[in-house]
């Protein structure tokens, strides 16, 4: 009576004692041995059950009878009730690492039956179980007739001889343990077994987003101040953010910036939103944040989004584009990538609202796909790709204005263009991977783009000629740690290229330099970028590189570096002899820095530093900065449970309506926020 007092008290109290939830479906379970019990200082019936996540991993649950409350429905139930196909919820103590197989959880809740879908997976796991399982208990999957020391030993004696099976499978969702290039033994006589770790790729940060991103569901209010165009406004945001395990979420969110006024808000009787808030068809679809489905680099990866930037292939056409660093431009683009054994595309469009704006793809093929085992994890992965991207109505000439020979400004905030051409790349390129293994894999390629020759260039001494550039690059993706994960991520590229010709045309500035490239400090005379590149003498040629590292541990704490040179190697020393002083600066020294904590936690932050042609010279004292710098910073505290202050500073640019030219200004906001977080136990533990 008193045990089941106290199984029911510990039960009730494991939400509030305990860091750790698994959840997921039963896809093995056995009967542990007296040794393994003792190991881990329990005393009872022990039953090993492998739950499948929804991560996609395998966490192993010890339950202990007498130590391990077993309930279904709310009632209690026997540890019979745990056998395949069934899903559970096990509550661990804080202090349990899950990936160790040897936690044995406070709490289990059965859920639920196998559903129908999952139904051929269990009939699977029975016609695949091992030949020696014992008859009718599929799920019963056992390696040896002894357990316990004695059949730790006979096993090493067996293996000693070399008589020891080392061929005989794993569980789903797990891999061999080796030790000294031989399968390891476990503490019950069977060759050893571990979960399968995830292994990391793709981006490792949020780099791209103008706002802080958190890992955890929440709803809320937002009320307070910002700081726009040099005047004040208060701000009013609803947002929503909600994450369905760990590939799937979505944003939503409706920003409202109402005008103050010497009067007040309330101006004679009028609200006024601010004017380039909602002025274009683009700005509409501004209430959806973000609705992304997988990770870059999966075989399937889906995201509409304002707050991530976009990458094709390599980078070396398009790298890190992003639509939304003018102040007076909200764009949601979309990006589509999928592949599988035989090959795949990428496809992305900077506008949903507008796609003729900006589009790029690239579609690959893998010839050598047939190949299986450790060869096919390799070479198997050879691919051959074209890749495309375009602005089909670039800016090319701006409207300019007699005598003071300003660009002007439309009424929605955007430089006004006299003449537009298409701006497009294209690209063939080669990657293969020369090692892989559970915690690395190493992929060099080489890539060729070039940009395409408009027709009819205008104005004087004006080239119409688009060069090419080639990329020899390596990527090389690193995870450690078998409990707190430790991923890396090193690109490290090698370029030799034309004088008309820049790698990765569209990148983050893109938006801004489309307009003028600027290069140096702020300026009306700076031209548009594609005109400004077709008019560089083609005979310059220029080699450089690109290196870049990124850091993310256990799926929180993130950093990344990247810097870019390129330098004058052969041809004319001259890169554009007809051109304007400031038309010369090639703008080839590039450093970009970002720090971010998403995850849950008292304190949220980021803060992403980007510099264009940071070729030194003089510094101007009132602008240390730069002209060509991009700087977001947020950060976002709790302080009480339904309570949150966030604060925002960042440096993007914004068309000066009188001058007209681009001009790189400050803004921010700072708002206390009504809302709620949730969803946070299970997204720690599968960054755990």
């Known amino acids: 009576m008193i045990r089941n007092l106290l199984l029911l008290v510990l039960g009730l109290a494991a939400p509030a004692f305990a860091a750790n939830v698994v959840e997921g479906r039963i896809t093995y379970v056995e009967d542990g041995s007296e040794a393994f019990n003792k190991s881990i200082g329990r005393a009872g019936h022990l039953l090993r059950v492998n739950v499948a996540t929804a991560a996609g991993g395998v966490v192993i649950v010890n339950v202990v009878e007498a130590v391990t409350r077993v309930t279904e429905g709310g009632g209690d139930v026997e540890m019979q009730a745990l056998h395949i196909g069934r899903h559970l919820r096990a509550t661990m103590p804080d202090d349990c690492k899950v990936e160790s197989d040897r936690c044995v959880p406070i709490l289990v809740e059965v859920t639920a039956n ?25 799920g019963m999957k056992a390696f040896g007739q002894q357990g316990g020391e004695g059949g730790r030993e006979a096993a090493e004696d067996a293996q000693a001889r070399g008589q020891f099976d080392n061929t005989l499978p794993c569980p789903e969702g797990m891999v061999p343990r080796m030790s000294g290039g031989k399968r390891a033994i476990d503490i019950d006589g069977k060759p050893a077994c571990k979960v399968k770790r995830n292994f990391v790729k793709g981006e490792l940060t949020n780099l791209g987003s103008d706002k802080l991103l958190v890992n955890d569901s929440r709803f809320g209010l937002r009320i307070g101040y910002a700081r726009i165009d040099g005047a004040s406004y208060l701000h009013l945001e609803p947002e929503v953010d909600l994450h369905f395990g760990n590939d799937s979420s979505l944003g939503l969110g409706l920003p409202l910036n109402i005008l103050a006024y010497a009067g007040g808000f309330y101006d004679k009787g009028v609200i006024k939103l601010r004017a380039h808030d909602y002025d274009k068809p683009s700005d509409f679809a501004r209430v959806l944040r973000y609705f992304t489905v997988g990770r870059k680099e999966d075989n399937f990866y889906l995201n509409v989004s304002q707050l991530f930037a976009a990458s094709i292939g390599h980078g070396a056409i398009v790298r890190r584009y992003s639509g ?110 020369v090692f892989k293994s559970e915690g690395a894999d190493i992929k060099p390629y080489i890539d060729y783009s070039r940009l395409l020759d408009i027709n009819a260039p205008s104005g004087a001494g004006a080239r119409g000629q688009g060069g090419g550039g080639t990329t020899l690059g390596v990527l090389g993706r690193f995870n450690a740690g078998e409990v707190k994960l430790h991923a890396f991520r090193a690109v490290l590229e090698g370029r030799y290229f034309d004088g008309n010709y820049v790698p990765g045309y569209f990148d983050t500035f893109y938006e801004v330099q489309k307009y003028q490239f600027i290069t140096g400090k702020a300026d009306p005379a700076y031209e548009p970028k594609l005109r400004t590149i077709l008019a560089r003498d083609p005979a310059h040629k220029r080699a450089g590189y690109y290196a870049e590292v990124a850091y993310q ?29 400031n038309a010369k600066a090639v703008g080839a020294r590039n450093l970009t820095l970002h720090l971010e904590y998403p995850a849950y936690s008292w304190l949220q932050f980021f803060g992403s530093f980007y510099r264009r042609s940071f070729d030194g010279g003089t510094l101007d004292t009132s602008n240390p900065l730069g002209d060509n710098t991009l700087v977001y910073a947020a950060m976002r505290l709790h302080i009480l449970p339904i309570l949150f202050l966030n604060a925002r500073i960042y440096r993007s640019w914004q068309a000066d309506p009188v001058l007209g030219e681009e001009k790189n200004v400050y803004g921010g906001d700072v708002d206390l926020e009504f809302g709620y977080e949730f969803d946070r136990s299970s997204r720690t533990t599968a960054r755990k």
């Not at 704490?557 to 004319?572: D, I, K, N, Y």
Request: charge should be negative; glycine fraction near 10%.
């Open 114 to 138: 196998i559903t129908r879908l999952e139904a051929k997976r269990v009939q699977d796991d029975a016609v695949n179980a091992p030949p020696h399982a014992p008859p009718g208990e599929p």
């Open 324 to 433: 939304n660093i003018d102040q007076n431009v909200t764009r949601v683009g979309a990006q589509l990538d999928a592949y599988g054994r035989w090959g795949g595309f990428e496809a992305f469009v900077g506008d949903v609202v507008q796609p003729q704006h900006f589009v790029a793809g690239l579609v690959f093929l893998k010839p050598l796909g047939f190949l299986t085992g450790e060869i096919g994890d390799t070479l198997g992965q050879t691919s051959i790709g074209i890749a495309s991207a375009a602005d089909f109505q670039a800016p090319y000439t701006l409207n300019r204005i007699p005598v003071l020979n300003y660009p002007k400004v439309r009424d929605d905030g955007e430089p006004d263009v006299f003449e537009t051409r298409r701006a497009q790349i294209v690209g063939l390129d080669l990657e293969t991977k």
């Open 553 to 581: 541990y256990n799926g929180g704490l993130a950093m990344m570096a990247a810097f870019e040179q390129s330098f004058h190697v052969a041809g004319p020393d001259d890169i554009c002899p007809s051109c304007p002083a």
